[in-house]
């Protein structure tokens, strides 16, 4: 009898350890299952959260395109603005212009700067023909001719009556040719006398031409003075040089 109640309580023991043993593995596979599903919600998690943080990227990439939109757009706006003002101004300044530009096509001071130009190259030409036709001497001139890139004749004012009251091409005939070096004195840079021409028609058009021209003669000789010394100077220091 106690052999025969062993043999329950064995069988008793291998009934619980197997039940033991099914429900521990029961409870693995459910603990394992509940695993997966606690995982599968991690990675939906995780994916939900990728997907948010995409979102979030997007509309903020949206937002800042359409901020820099909106700033192109007030940009092109001011810039249009700029640009209606500008051409506002430039049509203004175009019509004054060809106000100007009427006024000085019907100004009388335009056609005394053209007669003006038109005579002093008839005073140049009649007094190059006469020193032509005086001497050949004049290879000094030339030289000052030359240095100066193109000289203008400047008649000085006459003392008589009869040849102040002459025109300017008359003045140049009557005057006589004098030597190479003293006729320099009375001809000027056309640069100078250009310069001096306009500076009179645009600031002092009541000055007379001639007090302009003797103010250029007075400039002219000194400088041609201090040339003439320069130039010794040098002959001077080379001619020492050589001894």
Not at 35 to 51: H, I, P, Y
Not at 116 to 137: F, M, P, Y
């Amino acid at each position: 009898q106690h052999e025969q109640r062993g043999q329950e309580l064995q069988q008793t023991a291998r009934r619980i350890e197997k039940d033991r043993r099914t429900a521990l593995e029961k409870a693995s596979a459910g603990h394992m299952e509940l695993e997966e599903k606690l995982r599968q919600r991690d990675q939906a998690l995780a994916s939900l959260e990728a997907k948010l943080r995409s979102s979030q990227e997007e509309a903020r990439s949206a937002r800042d395109a359409m901020e820099a939109h909106m700033e192109r757009t007030r940009e092109q706006s001011r810039r249009f603005e700029d640009s209606d003002y500008a051409n506002r101004e430039l049509s203004k300044q175009l019509r004054a212009c060809k106000e100007q530009l009427a006024f000085l096509q019907h100004s009388k001071r335009n056609e005394m700067q053209l007669h003006g130009i038109v005579e002093q190259l008839q005073v140049d030409n009649a007094r190059l023909v006469k020193i032509l036709a005086a001497t050949d001497d004049f290879r000094e001139f030339v030289d000052y001719a030359d240095d100066a890139a193109g000289l203008s004749y400047v008649a000085p004012i006459a003392s008589a009556g009869a040849v102040a009251s002459a025109s300017r091409g008359s003045r140049a005939d009557r005057i006589p040719v004098r030597s190479a070096r003293r006729e320099g004195d009375i001809w000027v840079p056309s640069d100078a006398f250009t310069l001096a021409n306009e500076f009179r028609h645009a600031h002092a058009p009541q000055v007379p031409a001639q007090t302009i021209a003797d103010l250029l003669l007075k400039l002219n000789t000194i400088w041609r003075r201090r040339e003439q010394r320069h130039v010794a100077r040098l002959r001077q220091r080379f001619q020492d040089e050589r001894k």
